[in-house]
């Protein structure tokens, strides 16, 4: 015969005492909060894009290149000075760096050469008349050896010299030097390392010709970037990511030129949410303000 249950002490399944439902509210909001502390990083990121520079190549107008970089949010200029200044080019960067202290903006000296390489004496002399202008707060020097013939014929010879020249501009200038590098000098040995790991020695920053026309995954700015800010990390040193906007038919997936001024915002912004996990990131360059301004939209 069917018999009547016994009191138990226990609450018939779904229902929920005062003190249980506490409990359970309790829970879910450790699990939002948790969830939510996930999700700030890339949150805050997108809604704070990260320091933004640009190279300069050309003798822009002041007033004109301060207000573009006004307009997209540009922290920083890489602005190329010649080896020898003129009175009208000394009087030109100076109507830079009092548009560019009403802005906030900050400029560093730009040159470079290959041939600087084994110059040492060329590049020296440049920087002593760009920093002796007082105008730059850092040294910004893009030398890219690789492309001298020696690079194939004698390339031992041609990083040690490289290497020199780094340390003898550092040493020659008690500002801030910075070096323009591949995402590829981690393949190339250099002093029982690699020429990633000994360029970071001797410079205080390096911004990475990460060329790329997307933002993660393989092949792309962060992609081909993450070694460098890993080894950034372990050096010390900031280091930009960059992004290239000239025409180059050759490489066609190294360039935003083709897609344009929203793709590349957009992967600006989307660079910014993924590297907030690489604490050595310290912004985007964009080469060059020639071709970005004249992006299509």
Request: aromatic content about 8%; some cysteine.
């Amino acid at each position: 015969m069917p018999t009547t249950p016994r009191p138990t002490g226990r609450r018939p399944r779904g229902t929920r005492g005062a003190a249980g439902l506490r409990r359970i509210a309790g829970a879910l909001a450790a699990v939002a909060s948790l969830c939510a502390l996930l999700a700030v990083p890339a949150a805050a990121s997108t809604a704070v894009p990260g320091p933004r520079a640009m190279w300069l190549w050309q003798r822009g107008d002041p007033a004109a290149v301060m207000s573009w970089a006004t307009a997209n949010a540009v922290k920083e200029i890489f602005v190329y000075v010649p080896p020898e200044i003129t009175k009208t080019e000394l009087n030109r960067l100076r109507q830079f760096r009092k548009r560019a202290d009403a802005a906030g903006v900050r400029l560093s000296a730009l040159g470079g050469e290959p041939g600087w390489t084994f110059d040492h004496a060329a590049a020296l002399a440049w920087q002593r008349a760009a920093m002796g202008t007082g105008l730059f707060r850092t040294t910004h020097v893009d030398v890219e050896p690789y492309h001298l013939d020696e690079w194939s014929t004698d390339r031992p010879g041609t990083v040690a010299a490289f290497l020199g020249l780094l340390a003898a501009l550092r040493d020659a200038d008690p500002r801030p030097l910075e070096a323009d590098v591949p995402f590829w000098y981690d393949t190339v040995p250099a002093g029982g390392s690699t020429l990633a790991d000994e360029v970071l020695a001797r410079v205080d920053a390096v911004t990475v010709m990460s060329y790329r026309d997307t933002a993660t995954g393989p092949g792309s700015i962060i992609g081909v970037g993450e070694d460098m800010l890993l080894r950034g990390r372990r050096a010390g040193r900031p280091v930009r990511l960059a992004a290239e906007t000239l025409a180059l038919p050759d490489c066609p997936y190294c360039t935003f030129h083709e897609q344009g001024r929203q793709a590349l915002n957009t992967a600006l912004s989307a660079i910014d949410a993924a590297a907030v996990f690489y604490p050595a990131y310290a912004g985007m360059a964009v080469h060059d303000h020639a071709s970005w301004s004249a992006l299509r939209p």
